[in-house]
């Protein structure tokens, strides 16, 4: 099956700095999507991309979709302390079924 | 609008219990799937339905069932429970569209085997 590798699996930071999280897949993707989870909460997406070179922003937050089209960037800019949680990224081939990266854990201290 | 709820958010279960977990959409959205995480893993999908009166298997599909008789349910059934399906387990919606779309997630259940 589709393999998906998220990396860093955790991120320590002061507030005010930036982030910077990618994942990467063994095949193809045409569909990447970026979610975020508060503790105890089910994952929200952030953002969805479609487009291989696709870059796409909300508020602090951009993700581009790689031209190779086997991965995905997450920056965010400016931290502040409720961006804590877990990232995961998301993404699939065409079907209906999606694969998800084990996320990344960010922490960030005021 | 509640988008997707979950019932119950949290169960205790002894080994070879059964139980059913119950997931309600009022968005109606075509596809339904039910998840599992576990801590380090991420979510694995177990089951997802793309429309009323179908299932599929996903990645993890042993020791569970699912039934979509209605568009708007997705029911997760453990027919012996198994300390190792201690889980939270999370059901998503998302609307028709050419394959994988965005997903709506619920609160999630945190089920316990003892």
Redesign the interface.
Known sequence: ?QQLN?SPQSMFIQEGEDVSMNCTSSSIF??W?W?KQDP??????LI?LYKAGELTSNGRLTAQFGITRKDSFLNISASIPSDVGIY?C???G?????T????TSLIVHP | NAGVTQTPKFRVLKTGQSMTLLCAQDMNHEYMYWYRQDPGMGLRLIHYSVGEGTTAKGEVPDGYNVSRLKKQNFLLGLESAAPSQTSVYFCASSPEGVGFTEQFFGPGTRLTVL
């Not at chain 1, 065409?94 to 999606?98: C, H, Q, W």
């Open positions: 099956g998220q045409n569909t999507l979610y105890g909460e089910g994952p929200v997406l969805a995961f998301a993404g699939s065409g079907s209906y079924i999606p998800f990266g084990r996320g």
